[in-house]
């Protein structure tokens, strides 16, 4: 068993946590109109619009994140249902300030974690690290706002080559990127529909990271099966890509029912 000569992150919830709630965003802007919202009604509301995103995520054929424009058109729904949810109007200035807040490359921070992962696995030598994520081509922006790009050896953003989660195709852009083969590489991110079934579809190895202890964005009728490595921390990767693979994967651990893209 020899080292992975790849590793592969997601973005959003495994390197990138947003600097403010996307309820206390949107909360902002309300403030800031002189509508003022009760925390238990914005609770509800961002509540309802979390069910609306992931069922809109996870269903078949979702092509959305494969283009910029469909991406920030998603965006725009999600925070009307939110404003629905508060009865008020989603009208297209409101979402047009909620979105450049969202957008704007300090919206988001690294989590802890993230920087003392990379730097361990870039002493390591003859690893690279790519981003393989459904987000827009200002991913980037992003990345180089927080001094991370510094720490990649790549991005790929699906909004910018058109292919998403958990099509294995997206993971296969990665491979040829690094010019390694899929039983040396590894994909780490939090959801087990999207990057794990996606990472296996393609031959590399995955792991779950699950850090909202309780929660999981897979739909019921998906469990996460017990037999396959979850973490909790981005500390607990160095070792991973420092053993190798194989890694345990369940015996029908299976693909993707439609991959998007």
């Known amino acids: 068993m020899s080292a992975f000569r790849l590793l592969c992150l997601d973005a959003g919830f495994t390197l990138l946590s947003p600097r403010r709630t996307l309820a206390d965003a949107l909360s902002g802007v309300l403030v800031n109109d002189g509508v003022e919202v009760s925390e238990d009604a914005m609770r509800a509301a961002w509540e309802e619009a979390d069910h609306w995103f992931w069922d809109e995520y996870h ?20 925070h009307s249902v939110m404003l629905d949810q508060l009865g008020l109007e989603a009208r297209h200035a409101v979402l047009d300030r909620i979105l450049a807040t969202q957008f704007a490359p300090d919206a988001w921070e690294a989590y802890p974690d993230v920087v003392p992962m990379l730097k361990a696995v870039r002493e390591m030598g003859d690893v690279r690290i790519g981003i393989v994520s459904d987000w827009g081509s200002n991913l980037r922006d992003i990345l180089a706002n927080l001094g ?8 790929l953003a699906s909004g910018a080559v058109g292919v998403a989660k958990p099509n294995p195709d997206f993971f296969r852009l990665a491979l040829d990127r690094a010019g390694v083969a899929p039983a ?5 991110g939090d959801s087990y529909r999207a990057d794990v079934l996606g990472a296996w579809s393609a031959g590399m190895d995955a792991v779950w990271l699950d850090r909202r202890v309780g929660a999981n964005v897979t739909p019921a009728d998906e469990p996460v099966p017990p037999d396959m490595i979850r973490i909790h921390s981005l500390a607990a990767l160095p070792d991973l890509v420092r053993g190798g693979g194989p890694l345990p994967r369940p015996a029908q651990s299976g693909t993707p029912p439609t991959a998007s893209g």
């Open 59 to 78: 269903r078949p054929g979702n092509d959305t994140w494969t283009d910029d424009e469909r991406i920030e058109d998603y965006w725009r729904r999600y």
């Open 148 to 155: 991370l790009d510094s720490r990649l050896d790549f991005v």
């Open 184 to 188: 040396e590489a590894i994909m780490v």
